[in-house]
């Protein structure tokens, strides 16, 4: 395939799952806004103004950065694992697999279709706790590469599995057993210096701790460990995700007979 | 003339250790109607997937060759050539007809404009021009077998692939799908059939091949295989 034929393709692709996803708006944007928005206010509004500034700012600005970050790649997971078993599921995936597209080409374009879905939920619960809390943005450009990078991370451990998954039972299992509990003891609603002794350090085994300690140092300034450790994290797994990958498509794993 | 498919020592062994192919050779020329005869779990569609990217195959498991292109080596390239109109119908049944024809393009780099006039003629040929607005899930089987059809053919190929393409279709429409094929077939599209009518194979096929047990039994011309006989009479013979 020429470029141009690749970029075709990927059009192709991309816009074909965005307007699905923009078709299905109440099933793939509404729920995380609204579940965010009753955390802001019940967690933030009600039980917040009870506690204590942490780090200078209210603990309703403290939660933002972490709930934004827990909805953008839950969403970016979820968004890619449905579409990509979808696609198995119904087999139309032998249209791809027998068409020229490299290998690369499809995964670039099915990540950038979740990213986009990732982002938009991600955007519009920042929006929605602008309600609640007015919030200035430390460092928006950080705050929008930090955003990217998780968005594609989780996208693509969407679709690995979506690879291997062979039942809708299989759907939910890294998102029950993995996905949410390292989002919750990821920091997203307290501060891992306010954890005791051992705790504090078996916090630091968990890579969404970073993921939100990146953004909360992109938008609130400050943070639990330096900006580079989870940037330096998010690109490694993005690297090996994105190579085990590749890897599957060129053995054809969970993918053909 | 040049061969349009060339399997050498083709083998396949699934995981679980069936043996799908035990050592196929075939040769198929550009321009043939070739039929593909064997009864269920034979290897006929194991041979197809192969060919088309769909079954994962070894290098040491021999040799498939598209137009010259070793799917081995340059496999997108022979990618380019091959239609496939698999057994199962597997178009996405949320998006329109047309759409789904306008996608197949984008998957070979065809754009929207440049796809128009080829997907206009297959919406005519095959008498879905009324459909074209209508989602999948809306069509009839028969309907929904057509656009398949139709969707191997966006990219025109040169090497079709019709994987029982009108199993479950009422006799009318076989007729036109046959005159269809046909057309196409003069037009110079090699077509590869595989189908469980053998009056089906009779009529739209010069050549064929009749598989058992991942083994080709026979391969020949109708009149060298069947020989005076019937090809009912003789597939039953080979394929007991």
């Known amino acids: 395939m020429t470029p141009r034929q690749k970029y075709i393709a990927f059009l192709t692709i991309f816009g074909k799952e965005v307007r699905r996803s923009l078709r299905t708006w109440k099933q793939t944007f509404l729920p995380p806004v609204i579940t965010t928005s009753l955390y802001f206010l019940v967690f933030g509004t009600f039980i917040g103004s009870q506690i204590k500034a942490i780090g200078g700012v209210s603990y309703l600005a403290f939660i933002v950065p972490g709930l934004v970050m827990s909805t953008l790649l839950t969403s970016s997971f979820q968004n890619m694992l449905q579409k990509f078993y979808f696609l198995k599921f119904q087999k139309t995936i032998q249209e791809i697999l027998v068409s020229p597209m490299p290998a690369w080409l499809v995964v670039f374009s099915y990540l950038s279709s979740a990213m986009f879905s990732g982002l938009a939920v991600g955007t519009l619960v920042f929006c929605s706790a602008l309600f609640f809390q007015p919030i200035s943005v430390a460092h928006p450009l950080l705050a929008i590469l930090v955003a990217l990078l998780t968005s594609g991370f989780f996208a693509l451990c969407g679709l690995i599995n979506a690879i291997y998954a062979k039942t809708f039972d299989d759907l939910s299992i890294v998102s029950v057993f993995f996905i949410t509990p390292l989002t919750y003891l990821g920091g997203v609603f307290y501060s891992v210096k306010l954890l005791p002794g051992i705790w504090s350090k078996i916090s630091l085994f968990d890579p969404i701790l970073y993921m939100i300690n990146a953004l909360r140092y992109s938008i609130l300034g400050f943070s639990d460990m330096p900006v580079y450790h989870s940037l330096l994290v998010i690109i490694v797994g993005i690297i090996i995700a994105f190579s085990w990958i590749l890897y599957l498509f060129k053995t054809g794993r969970g993918l053909k007979a | ?240």
């Open chain 2, 1 to 240: 003339m040049k061969q349009a498919l060339s399997i050498k020592n083709l083998r396949k062994t699934y995981e679980g250790g069936k043996q799908a192919l035990k050592g196929v050779d075939l040769d198929i020329e550009e321009g043939e109607f070739f039929a593909l005869l064997g009864p269920n779990g034979a290897g006929k569609t194991t041979l197809i997937s192969i060919t088309c990217g769909l079954v994962q195959k070894k290098e040491e498991e021999g040799k498939v060759l598209v137009q010259g292109h070793d799917i081995d080596i340059d496999g997108d390239d022979a990618k380019v050539h091959i239609g496939l109109v698999p057994q199962e119908i597997n178009a996405d049944i949320f998006e329109k007809v047309e759409e789904v024809l306008y996608i197949q393009a984008g998957y070979y780099g065809i754009s929207r404009s440049e796809a128009k006039e080829q997907i206009e003629m297959l919406l005519e040929k095959l008498s879905l021009k009324d459909k074209r607005k209508s989602k999948v899930i809306e069509l009839s089987g028969g309907m929904k077998r057509r656009l398949i059809i139709a969707r191997a053919l966006v990219h025109k190929p040169t090497l079709l692939f019709l994987d029982e393409p009108t199993a479950g279709v009422d006799v009318e429409l076989r007729h036109d799908m046959w005159k269809f094929l046909r057309e196409l077939n003069e037009s110079g599209v090699t077509i590869v059939l595989t189908t469980h009518y053998l009056e089906e194979a009779e009529k739209l096929c010069k050549r064929l091949a009749i598989i058992s047990h991942g083994e080709i039994k026979r391969l020949g011309t109708m009149e060298e295989i069947c020989n005076g006989r019937k090809l009912e009479d003789v597939y039953l013979e080979i394929t007991k």
